[in-house]
């Protein structure tokens, strides 16, 4: 199949913003897309001018602009796996107190693509579109133990003290993900709080997405962790068995 070159370069560029952390300058957008300068300044202009880059006033560097966000919207909205979720998350928050949350994997990580906020007033929450990576969040370990298509990190950035860092010791826990078939986040990603995930199975078996909770670590209490899993688990098994039905 032939490709239109120009626009293989612009997805390509656009691939680069979204890795970017800091932004991208135009000097290195070239040598990453292995083309001259003036041919990476044309492409990202063309993409700013339609919304799906913007250029930062201050540093003078490019990242991922507003468009994109609108379009990512779309998607969420759109999703099946995210429509036939959405009363079990609601059943997730009645039984536990504790926000829910689905994601499925995305661009090396966690995409977070609905959730139902806790009633508390003390709570954790991450936004829907949210990128979290797949070793140190309960949702991430889930789709690394069991979504076929995962692949380990290259780097275990630690976040808290708590973050696993090692790749044998994150093996390990994996397989512990897989026997026991939930994962559990215990302050890994952001000191204070815990997540329990469990995975989502479609019709073919294939885990499609993981569902989950998470909370205030005074809340979701060690000792409260396997009542709170068990319940994940039923709920978890209940969306599974509903998208079973569904070839």
Request: contains cysteine.
């Amino acid at each position: 199949m032939s490709e239109i070159k120009s626009l293989a370069r612009g997805l390509k560029l656009l691939e680069r913003l979204a890795l970017a952390e800091n932004g991208a300058g135009i000097t290195e957008l070239a040598a990453q897309l292995d083309i001259d300068k003036s041919s990476a300044s044309r492409l990202v202009q063309t993409l700013a001018s339609y919304g799906f880059a913007e250029q930062d006033p201050d540093t003078r560097r490019y990242r991922l602009g507003p468009r994109i966000v609108t379009l990512s919207r779309y998607m969420l909205t759109r999703m099946p796996l995210r429509d036939e979720a959405k009363p079990y998350l609601r059943r997730l928050v009645e039984r536990t107190g504790e926000g829910a949350h689905l994601a499925i994997l995305s661009q090396g990580g966690a995409l977070y693509i609905d959730q139902v906020e806790s009633p508390a007033t003390l709570r954790a929450t991450t936004g829907v579109g949210t990128v979290a990576p797949l070793h140190c969040t309960a949702l991430g370990k889930v789709l690394l133990a069991f979504d076929a298509n995962a692949r380990m990190p290259e780097e275990l950035k630690a976040y808290t003290p708590r973050t696993i860092t090692s790749p044998e010791t994150l093996r390990m826990h994996l397989e512990q993900t897989r026997r026991q078939g939930y994962a559990i986040d215990d302050e890994e990603y952001e000191y204070g709080v815990r997540c329990v995930a469990v995975p989502v199975f479609d019709y073919r078996g294939k885990a499609v997405g993981a569902i989950g909770i998470s909370g205030p670590a005074g809340r979701i209490s060690l000792e409260r962790l396997p009542e709170l899993a068990a319940i994940t688990k039923q709920i978890g098994q209940e969306l599974t068995d509903r998208l079973s039905f569904r070839p």
